[in-house]
């Protein structure tokens, strides 16, 4: 069970939650590329790496007995944030089609490069799974 913080007289974020206060079993999500399973093969594209990151995520909770309503926060790891602010609306779009309308606590960070010299994006968080 999760609940979103909001601090008083803070606006309503866009995209993402200020806090998460949760209970239950913690799972610990590791860094997830935009990989297609079982090869791993990185997809093309910002928005379609940025989607499969997340499904890859999602699939990791799911292992664990839990949904998406269970992910309390993410970090994502960009190598080039110019990439992430022109895909906007694309990886809202993905966002809808993965995790519908939960949005955990987030944080975007720009970096070097990541494990795979392909890829663009990598996501990692947290999961309280009830």
Known sequence: MSEAI?????PRPKG???GVAATGR?????GQIGGKPPKMEVCRGFAA???QALANALTVVQAAGGQAKDVISLTIFVIDQ???HAATE??????KEVFG???PAMA???VKGLIDAEALVEIQGLAVIP
Request: charged letters at 15%; glycine letters at 10%.
């Open 26 to 30: 913690v799972l610990a999500i590791a």
């Open 16 to 18: 993402y939650t200020h």
């Open 82 to 84: 110019r990439q992430y």
């Open 101 to 103: 309308t939960h949005y």
């Open 108 to 110: 975007l960070v720009e």
């Open 6 to 10: 909001l601090p008083k007289g803070w």
């Open 90 to 95: 694309e990886v809202g779009q993905v966002w």
């Open 49 to 51: 790496q940025f989607g």
